[in-house]
C-alpha cells in the first residue's frame, strides 16, 4: 500500500513526538540536572566510596553472569535446535518465562526457595548464605538475562543448518572439534549480541535484585538500587548523577549493540 505524503509526514511526526517525550526528554533532564552544578560536581558524587563499590559490584554481576549464560544459552540453543526429546515444548516456554514474570515475583521466589525458611535455607547453617548477599544478586540477574544469549543463537543455527557439522562428523571431526571449528564461527555474531543484551539487562535489573539484596551502601548496593537509594533519602542531585552515569554505560552499550547488528547484517 502506498501512502501518501502528507500521511508518511504525520506517522513521522508521531513517531518522532512519542519518543521526543517519553524518552529523549526524560533523559536529557536528568542529563541537564546532572550537570547544572558543573563537571566537578558531577564527579565528586560518581567518585564517592559508595559509588565506587556500586559500580564494583554491578561490573562484578556482570563478570559473573556473562558465562554463566552464555554457556547455558549456547548449550540450550543447540539442544533445541539439533535435538528431539521428550519436553523440547516445555523446555522451550520455560526459557521464556523470565520475560513473562516479573521480577519482583523472581525476587520473592528466590527468598521462598533459598532463604532462612525456604528449601535450602539451612545453606547458612554451613556458612552459605544466599539471600541478602552476592549469591542471590547473581542468581537473581542470571534468571531474568537467561533467554537473550538462547534467543540470539537459536535463530542463526536454524539458518545455518547442520550440514557442514554433519560433514565434519563424516571426516572424523570429534564432536568438540565441530563444535570449536564450525559450530562456534557460524555462530559468533547472533552469541556476541546475546552477550551485549544481555549485560545491558544486567546492569539495568533492579526488581529481582532489590529483593535480594540489603540494599546497604558499600556492601550489596548496585548502581540502580544507589539511584534508588539516593532518591529515597531525598539526595536527588546524587541521584540525578548516578543515573547519568548508569545512562553513560548504556549508551556505550547501545553503540555497540549497533555496530554489532552492523556488522551481522554485512556478513551476511
Not at 516445555?90 to 532463604?115: E, N, R, T
Not at 537473581?140 to 538462547?150: E, G, S
Not at 540470539?152 to 570429534?174: C, F, N
Amino acid at each position: 500500500m502506498k501512502l501518501s505524503p502528507f500521511t508518511r509526514i504525520s506517522l513521522r511526526t508521531v513517531a518522532l513526538g512519542y519518543l521526543l517525550i517519553l524518552l529523549v526528554l526524560p533523559l536529557g533532564i536528568i542529563f541537564y540536572r546532572s550537570f547544572e552544578n558543573g563537571i566537578g560536581a558531577f564527579y565528586d558524587w560518581i567518585s564517592t566510596p559508595a559509588a565506587i563499590s556500586a559500580f564494583n559490584l554491578s561490573m562484578l554481576i556482570v563478570a559473573i553472569v556473562v558465562p554463566v549464560n552464555v554457556i547455558f544459552g549456547v548449550v540450550t540453543a543447540i539442544a533445541l535446535v539439533r535435538g528431539r526429546f521428550p519436553g523440547r515444548n516445555l523446555v522451550q516456554g520455560l526459557v521464556d518465562l523470565p520475560f513473562a514474570v516479573s521480577p519482583v515475583v523472581v525476587g520473592v521466589s528466590l527468598i521462598l526457595l533459598w532463604g532462612a525458611g525456604g528449601w535450602f535455607g539451612g545453606l547458612e547453617n554451613h556458612g552459605l548464605k544466599i539471600i541478602f548477599n552476592l549469591p542471590g544478586m547473581v542468581i537473581a540477574t542470571i534468571f531474568v538475562t537467561l533467554p537473550y544469549v538462547v534467543r540470539e543463537v537459536e535463530p542463526v543455527l536454524h539458518e545455518i543448518g547442520d550440514d557442514q557439522e554433519q560433514a565434519a562428523a563424516t571426516l572424523g571431526a570429534s564432536r568438540w572439534q565441530t563444535f570449536w571449528r564450525i559450530t562456534l564461527p557460524a555462530i559468533r555474531w547472533g552469541l556476541t549480541y546475546g552477550i551485549v543484551l544481555t549485560v545491558a539487562r544486567s546492569l539495568g535489573e533492579f526488581g529481582a535484585v532489590i529483593m535480594v539484596s540489603t540494599a546497604l551502601p558499600g556492601k550489596s548496593q548496585t548502581l540502580t538500587l544507589l539511584v534508588h537509594g539516593r532518591y529515597t533519602d531525598h539526595n536527588t542531585f546524587g541521584a540525578y548523577c548516578a543515573a547519568t552515569l548508569l545512562m553513560g554505560i548504556a549508551v556505550v552499550v547501545l553503540l555497540l549493540m549497533t555496530l554489532l547488528e552492523r556488522k551481522r547484517d554485512s556478513a551476511k
